[in-house]
């Protein structure tokens, strides 16, 4: 007898370290996901050794859609970027690619990550109730954060991380 039962598809996720090949679908990525534009320099940092574990390109199904990216500040982790395309948006691929990041900032030692923070645009609450979702709280607001988009004002989020509890 026949099972009337039918498969779902099979959705493969995954993520890959940047390197000098893929960086231009980075910057790609970049240049549809948000309203600002990133320098030379900033491509070269996020290609560092040290940041490999934070910055991470995200694919569905092996087809380049999203990519998250932070920088070391002393014992923080800055998140500068963390951008799905629209069309899959929704499919927790960006809840997959925060925590991630989380996970690696609590196993990180040299030195250990103390926080993660970022600033998201005040016009964006959408945004700033992802991050919410996902531990981060509100730290303040970063008056003319942003020089060249309105509203130029951020939100400062944070989110602690515990190392002892990951343990």
């Not at 923080?76 to 069309?87: D, M, Q, R, S, V």
């Not at 509100?138 to 004002?153: L, M």
Request: a positive charge; charged letters at 20%; one cysteine or more.
């Amino acid at each position: 007898m026949a099972s009337s039962e039918s498969s779902a598809p099979v959705v493969r996720v995954s993520f890959a370290s940047l390197t000098h090949q893929n960086i231009g679908t980075v910057r790609k990525l970049n240049s549809v996901l948000f309203p600002v534009k990133y320098s030379d320099k900033y491509y070269q940092d996020i290609l560092q050794p040290e940041v490999e574990p934070f910055c991470q390109l995200v694919y569905y199904n092996d087809v380049p859609i999203g990519n998250i990216c932070c920088r070391l500040e002393n014992k923080e982790l800055y998140l500068t970027t963390l951008g799905i395309l629209a069309p899959y948006r929704s499919r927790n691929l960006g809840s997959q690619a925060l925590q991630r990041i989380v996970d690696a900032a609590s196993l990180h030692n040299k030195p250990p990550i103390k926080r993660i923070s970022l600033h998201v645009q005040v016009s964006n609450g959408g945004a700033k109730r992802f991050y919410e979702r996902h531990g981060f709280s509100e730290a303040g607001i970063h008056k003319n954060y942003y020089k060249k988009i309105t509203p130029q004002d951020a939100w400062i989020l944070e989110k602690i991380i515990d190392h002892e509890s990951e343990q």
